[in-house]
């Protein structure tokens, strides 16, 4: 079997790289109360082209 040492020699250390401590050891940063720009545009644009389509969508804010 090939994948499983193609695993444990490339896929292993990227995913240890991305949960290093100093990835989940971050400061305290407030809880946002609005969309990034972009976002924001990005979900005008949404609304604007279902809407011409004749799809209604509802974008909601959580989960």
Known sequence: ??????????VLPTIDDVFTSSTLEREDVSIPTKLHPQVNE??????????????????????
Do not use: C, Q, W
């Open 1 to 10: 079997m090939v994948s499983i040492p193609i695993f444990l020699l490339y």
């Open 42 to 63: 990005a979900k005008n644009i949404l609304i604007e082209e279902t809407r011409a389509k004749g799809i209604e969508i509802m974008i909601t804010d959580g989960h």
